[in-house]
């Protein structure tokens, strides 16, 4: 079945720079899509469209893609950003949905 | 303000069946499509189903093909989840959702979740 591949942990300063990246092959036809998760709460969609930003989601938050490769950045990292982020797209059909593993984001 | 409010969570045997509803408000319903997603306890998020707006088109993930049905009764804004021939791979917290990226306005609603748990 199809995968994409995150990785499981990052750890960041606060103000720093994080950078999140999720491979796999149907990202360079399809969208990616990014979720913050914090236990208890349901997820929220950061980013969509590989680099388009819901309103209401601060600036520091930027996606990115490149081949079969998308990215999110968290720029000026606080420490209200530590969660569990989640890559999304489609299945090489293009319909089905597929996550990633998860990465949890720690604020040291 | 638009609300999903899951219902019919709870603890089930394996093998038994369970049914999850998902009310909408504030959402053009019948315009939406609508789609499941579920955490296990410490794991990461799974997506389960989805269901076009009209129900005509339904897609799920291979671990639960077969044994899972999505629906929506568009006259009840609600979305149902049937689940069935649990097992303990099920457990965890089920949640429904409606994103909607193509055209203006952009969504991407979620409910709190329901929880499942399949123990004997």
């Known amino acids: 079945s199809y995968e994409l591949t995150q990785p499981t942990s990052v750890s960041v300063s606060p103000g720093q720079t994080a950078i999140i990246t999720c491979s796999g092959d149907a990202l360079s036809k399809t969208f990616g899509y990014w979720y913050q998760k914090k236990p208890g709460q349901a997820p929220l969609l950061i980013i969509y469209k590989d680099n388009e930003r819901p309103s209401g989601i601060p600036e520091r938050f930027s996606g990115s893609s490149s081949g079969t490769t998308v990215t999110l950045t968290i720029s000026g990292v606080q420490a209200e950003d530590e969660a569990d982020y989640y890559c999304q797209s489609a299945d090489t059909s293009g319909r089905a949905w597929v996550f990633a593993g998860g990465t949890k984001v720690t604020v040291l | 303000q638009v609300q999903l409010v899951e219902s019919g969570g709870g603890v089930v045997q394996p093998g038994r069946s369970l049914r999850l509803s998902c009310a909408a408000s504030?959402?053009?319903?019948?315009?939406?499509?609508m789609h499941w997603v579920r955490q296990a306890p410490g794991k990461g998020l799974e997506w389960v189903a989805i269901?076009?707006?009209?129900?005509?088109?339904?897609l799920y993930a291979e671990s639960v093909k077969g044994r899972f049905t999505i629906s929506r009764d568009n006259s009840k804004d609600t979305v149902f989840l049937q689940m069935s021939s649990l097992t303990v791979e099920d457990t965890g917290v089920y949640y429904c959702?409606?994103?909607?990226?193509?055209?203006?306005?952009?969504?991407?609603?979620w409910g709190q979740g329901t929880l499942v748990r399949v123990s004997s």
């Open positions: 959702g409606s994103r909607r990226v193509a055209e203006s306005p952009i969504w991407d609603h």
């Open positions: 504030g959402l053009t319903f019948n315009n939406a499509a």
């Open positions: 269901i076009s707006y009209d129900g005509g088109v339904k």
